[in-house]
């Protein structure tokens, strides 16, 4: 069973940066959608970036122009910049690969942003 891990979590000041990394455990065939989302306490899981096939990434509102997804489908790994970091960013973070019909998810890596 492939498991994706993340990577890049942790307390952040208002202001600043965090990188998320996710890497998956082994080779993924057919994979459709790579992306990250985010549950805050009390909140619904919501998407926060998403890369589907060769499209360009599509973005929450809240993290358009803040936030930057990347991808490698060959090394299966997807990445999440993000920038001027806001308390309300606060949140599990959930690394997602849709292989065919099959979701994966990472075991999630919390964001705290407070000063």
């Known amino acids: 069973q492939v498991q994706l891990v993340e990577s890049g979590g942790g307390l952040v000041q208002p202001g600043g940066s965090l990188r998320l990394s996710c890497a998956a455990s082994g080779s993924i065939d057919g994979i459709s959608i790579m992306g990250w989302f985010r549950q805050a306490p009390g909140s619904q899981r919501e998407p926060v970036a998403l890369?589907?096939?060769?499209?360009?990434?599509k973005y929450a509102e809240s993290a358009k122009d803040r936030f930057t997804i990347a991808s490698d489908n060959a090394k299966n790994t997807v990445s999440l910049q993000m920038n001027s970091l806001k308390a309300e960013d606060t949140a599990v973070y959930y690394c997602?690969?849709?292989?065919?019909?099959?979701?994966?998810w990472g075991q999630g890596v919390q964001v705290i942003v407070s000063s």
């Open positions: 997602y690969i849709l292989a065919g019909a099959r979701p994966l």
């Open positions: 890369i589907v096939g060769s499209e360009s990434p």
